[in-house]
């Protein structure tokens, strides 16, 4: 037996939003109260660019240490499979506003700071396809994106400071 089921994701127009920006999907509480919430985290303009698998994988691993440094309460940021941009799944609540500004200072840290033994995760033991990274890619996207700004709202251009 199998249920009806609807997607959020898969109901929202891609042909109306204006990347970049972040989106709250959802905010669910569990059984016990407990209370999570789900971003759409757009860095590329659907159907019109994506971003190449090796620096998507860089930004991937470099998120997953940066934002911890920015926020409490991460538990997951993972890339789409479209490599349009990142599902972020945080505890608690936040607003688009807060998670634009983290990722905005993410971008910054990679585009300007970040160096090959930043890294985190990049042997063969740390890393399920090692060799698909490049930090130049990541580099040069992430300053493309802070080009264009973060917008904390997905249809209007409002782009955080
Ligand atoms: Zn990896």
Same mark, same amino acid.
Not at 80 to 86: A, P, V
């Given at each position: 037996?199998?249920?009806?089921?609807?997607?959020?994701?898969?109901?929202?127009?891609?042909?109306?939003?204006?990347?970049?920006?972040?989106?709250?999907?959802?905010?669910?509480?569990?059984?016990?109260?407990?209370?999570?919430?789900?971003?759409?985290?757009?860095?590329?303009?659907?159907?019109?660019?994506?971003?190449?698998?090796?620096?998507?994988?860089?930004?991937?691993?470099?998120?997953?240490?940066?934002?911890?440094?920015?926020?409490?309460?991460?538990?997951?940021?993972?890339?789409?499979?479209?490599?349009?941009?990142?599902?972020?799944?945080?505890?608690?609540? %936040? #607003?688009?506003?807060?998670?634009?500004?983290?990722? !905005?200072?993410? +971008? $910054?840290?990679?585009?300007?700071?970040?160096?090959? /033994?930043?890294?985190?995760?990049?042997?063969?033991?740390?890393?399920?396809?090692?060799?698909? %990274? #490049?930090?130049?890619?990541?580099?040069?996207?992430? !300053?493309?994106? +802070? $080009?264009?700004?973060?917008?904390?709202?997905?249809? /209007?251009?409002?782009?955080?400071?």
């Amino acid at each position: 037996m199998t249920k009806e089921v609807l997607v959020e994701s898969f109901e929202l127009d891609h042909t109306i939003v204006k990347a970049p920006y972040i989106r709250m999907i959802s905010e669910e509480t569990g059984p016990k109260g407990d209370m999570i919430s789900n971003y759409d985290i757009r860095l590329v303009q659907p159907n019109e660019d994506a971003i190449p698998t090796a620096g998507l994988h860089t930004i991937e691993h470099l998120l997953a240490l940066l934002i911890r440094k920015r926020m409490d309460g991460l538990i997951d940021c993972s890339p789409f499979g479209c490599r349009t941009g990142f599902h972020m799944i945080m505890w608690g609540s %936040h #607003s688009t506003t807060e998670i634009a500004q983290v990722i !905005k200072s993410c +971008l $910054e840290e990679i585009a300007e700071v970040t160096t090959w /033994e930043d890294v985190p995760g990049t042997t063969i033991e740390s890393c399920g396809n090692y060799k698909d %990274h #490049s930090l130049f890619s990541a580099k040069e996207w992430a !300053k493309l994106i +802070l $080009e264009q700004g973060i917008s904390d709202d997905p249809f /209007e251009r409002h782009i955080v400071e």
